[in-house]
């Protein structure tokens, strides 16, 4: 079972990328701030992210704490369960939080910090359909560290029920998994 657990979390890692790579190529010049390492924390004691976010809040919280970056949004009735969910980008103002749904904010992060795609591809020279296969190379991972890392959220009724914050370190081979 751990096996096929790691699978669809290497294929859920793929369909968000994707969804970034044409989310970025439709972003027609506007700029998207990135989230930092420390954005992707939660607290221990109360479960809310780095901008106050928690179990409980509604879209107007949500929106308050997250308006200006890219989210990837999926609606189905097992969206926790079900990690080949069709994810696309919305803007936070199309999001029809009253669904079940989830929410997926994700960055890459190079040597500890946040990589703009578009940018880090046109600086190595690389198509964004190819930036997993460069990230992941031994030659890349040779000189960085590579942290895939992903704040989910799930909502139903207009609330959020629950936060995650997830990572994937390729460099200890993809195979390790850490969530919070």
């Known amino acids: ?3 096929y657990e790691l699978m669809m979390k290497k294929m ?4 968000v990328f994707l969804c970034l790579a044409s989310c970025l190529l439709c972003a027609c010049g506007r700029e998207t701030p990135l989230l930092t390492v420390d954005d992707y924390k939660l607290d221990a004691e109360t479960g809310s992210t780095s901008r106050g976010v928690k179990v ?5 919280a949500f929106k308050d704490a997250y308006r200006e970056y890219m989210i990837f949004y999926a609606v189905s009735d097992s969206a926790t ?6 994810y696309q980008f919305l803007p936070v103002d199309e999001i029809p939080f009253d669904t079940v749904s989830t929410m997926i904010l994700p960055a890459f992060f190079v040597d500890g910090l946040a990589i703009d795609t578009d940018q880090f591809c046109e600086d190595n020279e690389i198509e964004k359909a190819d930036l997993i296969s460069y ?3 031994e030659a890349y991972l040779t000189n960085h560290r590579v942290v895939y890392r992903y704040l989910l959220f799930t909502w139903e009724n207009g609330v959020i029920t629950d936060i995650r914050s997830e990572s994937m370190d390729y460099n200890e081979d993809a195979s390790y998994y850490e969530a919070n």
């Open 81 to 86: 369960e079900n990690p080949q969910a069709d």
């Open 135 to 137: 990230l992941t190379g």
């Open 56 to 60: 409980g809040d509604s879209a107007e």
């Open 12 to 15: 859920m890692v793929s369909l």
């Open 1 to 3: 079972m751990k096996g």
